[in-house]
């Protein structure tokens, strides 16, 4: 080049981060997944926030669902409604999901998640397997559904260089007031106070005892338990404004009830545990957060576990620094 | 009435001391400024992760948006990338496939342009009918900032592109990867990789340490956390320019590749966040104007719901893909009005009204709602959000 800078891109280097796939199929790697297994990884990594069957939890988005409503006064858009190319689908789940963990899955479980979801929009059988060999078989309902941007012709009468400036109107008459509908968010820091109050965790009223030994914390394995707690925030928060998310805050968490935060809607088994007296003591927390699901099977915690122990040592210091 | 003791009797002030040099090494806003922040509608998004905020244009003047209260909008929140780490790749139809440090970036011949960036979901809220009662709530996914940054041009010319390449897929670092596919033409015009905003660094929540800066286009084009251009053929059609950033009209067919945000304006005070707090005589009517098409020529400014429109005085001439601020003065005597402004571009498009757009698009758009906003100001002062015949 003219200036001389920067250096050549090596192949492994453009083949990590070059993973965009197109509509025709180009940079879709070579590999295949079933509906059944599909169904599997979704529920363990996805479900959580799109629902069992991708119909959607919460503001979440739904996944299937919604065919035939583009047109109604409010349509569904969904993989199987909307979206134009299963190239995106995949594109999308491969490099973007699940959420909080992207880019982790491998190649043959993207197949199976995308038949997966094909499936909860009934568009193949439930004995489908996706593969680079059939991916442009797949026909997708809206593909014919979109047009490139044609405001210059269908709204031409918007350039006018001579807008009206009088008696433009007989009439006026106010139609729609928003504070009928009362939806915009307070300012006040009143309000905000009041809403931490009510969110706040009860677990002070937990009929267990503390467990925390009340010795100092160290505050570089905090702040080390800080960054493996990214892991954890896409659902849970901690903090004095901490909400119940997709998970409930983790105020206190240490050495106190399981399953005891207000508010929070719980698994069976978790809701069991606690009636049975579950305190998450640093050992129990340890060998949750190894692998929840095998700690807890039916668990809502869709996260796979933390391998390293020195991990969950961190995490576990950062948590006991929000003791309450 | 009597002497104002503010006046007449000594104040702390003007007797004691401040604070010295060192009190602030960056400072912030007084604390009287505390209420002028960015706000979230939470009811809008599952998570703030995966959310939008608000800049708070109720409160501002000018047209630079401090980067401090600008709005933010991330797909897997805002991440913490260092210099050091950064790497920025072009590859693709090109003669060389290349990386560049932030040190490479730094030695590339630099320019400064002020642009506004809006999400192209801004205002969208307000399609079906009126619902949030401020414009920072209707019209705050907005901010204008001077930035310091490379062509793309001088980039992509480094690495050559081949003849077969027509457009550029550009990509974040972070965990949602977002990616957009822009025309060659537009890559190789006016578009920025840009490091520095209103003179310092990028901030977190903007990309730092590098964002795409793409003038007059959608706000989710500006990619934040810039690492990858690709030279292709075709447009990829991700996820952001299929599912995401399409516009359904009413027949259910969708408007795809709508890069452009239309000419628009909207009147920041006296609005519902900012009523009028005085008595009657002079009043200031202001607010912003913009067009992703080119500049401000002007901004016409109704009392009346749009019977009648005066031509308002711009703060400075238009100038390309920027906000113009534009003010009326304005002499009041306590009457209602319902307060409406409308934007024209150097393109000689005139902003419309809601049914006009309607008219032409529907309700289920949900991106690039340009139309005219009415403010019902009141006898008392206080404004509200409404729509009218």
Known sequence: GKFGLGRAALPEEIAAWD???????????????????????????????HGDFAEGVDNWPKLAGGEGTLADKDPLKTVGSYWPYLSTTWDYVNRSMPFGAAQTMSTDDVYAMVAYILYSNDLVDDDFVLSNENFLDVEMPNAGGFIVDDREMAEKHFWNPEPCMENCKDSVEITMRAMVLDVTPDEGGDDAAAVTDEAAPAVEEAAVEPVVETVALDPELVAKGEKVFKKCKACHQVGEDAKNKTGPILNGIVGHAAGAVDGFKYSKPMKAAAEDGLVWSDAELAAFLTKPKKYMKGTKMSFSGLKKEKDIDAVLAYLKSYAD | ????????????????????????????????????????????????????????????????????????????????????????????????????????????????????????????????????????????????????????????????????????????????????????????????????????????????????????????????????????????????????????????????????????????????????????????????????????????????????????????????????????????????????????????????SKQDLRAVRGENSIYHNNCIQTWWVKANGEAENVEVS
């Not at chain 2, 913009?290 to 005066?310: F, L």
């Open chain 1, 19 to 49: 993973k965009d796939v197109a509509p025709d199929g180009t940079g879709l790697p070579a590999g295949s997944g079933s509906v059944e297994v599909g169904e599997e990884i979704f529920a363990e990594n996805c479900a959580i926030c």
């Open chain 2, 1 to 352: 009435a009597g002497p104002d003791p503010l006046i007449t009797e000594l104040q702390d002030w003007a007797s004691g001391t401040g604070d010295g040099v060192d009190a602030t090494p960056y400072g912030m806003p007084i604390e009287f400024e505390q209420d002028v922040v960015r706000r979230n509608v939470e009811w809008l998004t599952a998570d703030t992760i995966s959310s939008i905020n608000f800049t708070p244009i109720h409160a501002l003047d000018g047209t630079i948006t401090p980067q401090g209260c600008a709005f933010e909008r991330h797909h897997s929140g805002a991440i913490e990338l260092r210099k050091e780490d950064y790497r920025l790749m072009i590859n693709g139809l090109v003669d060389q496939p290349l990386v560049f440090t932030y040190e490479d970036l730094e030695r590339f011949p630099r320019e400064n342009r002020v642009y506004f960036c809006e999400c192209a979901a801004n205002t969208g809220m307000e399609w079906a009918g009126s619902q949030l009662n401020g414009a920072q709530f209707t019209h705050g996914m907005i901010h204008n900032m001077e930035y310091s940054g490379i062509p793309l041009r001088t980039l992509l010319e480094e690495a050559g592109v081949q003849t077969a390449g027509k457009w550029v897929y550009v990509e974040g670092a972070d965990a949602s990867s977002n990616g957009r596919s822009i025309p060659l033409d537009k890559a190789m015009d006016d578009v920025l990789v840009a490091f520095k905003a209103n003179g310092e660094a990028l901030r977190k929540e903007h990309g730092y340490p590098v964002r795409l800066v793409v003038p007059g286009w959608e706000g989710n084009m500006w990619i934040k956390w810039l690492r990858r251009i690709e030279v292709t053929e075709m447009a990829i059609e991700s996820r952001e320019e299929t599912s995401k950033y399409t516009d359904t009209l009413e027949d259910g067919t969708s408007r795809k590749w709508t890069w452009v945000m239309d000419a628009k304006s909207v009147v920041t005070s006296p609005s519902p966040q900012a009523p009028i707090k005085h008595g009657h005589g002079p009043l200031v009517i202001t607010g912003l104007a913009w067009s992703g098409r080119g500049s401000i020529t002007g901004v016409d400014v109704s009392v009346d719901g749009g019977k009648t429109w005066t031509e308002a005085r711009l703060g400075a001439p238009g100038t390309d893909k920027a906000l113009t601020r534009f003010y009326l003065d304005y002499n009041w005597q306590g009457e209602e009005m319902l307060l409406q402004a409308r934007a024209k571009d150097s393109s000689g498009y005139v902003q419309p």
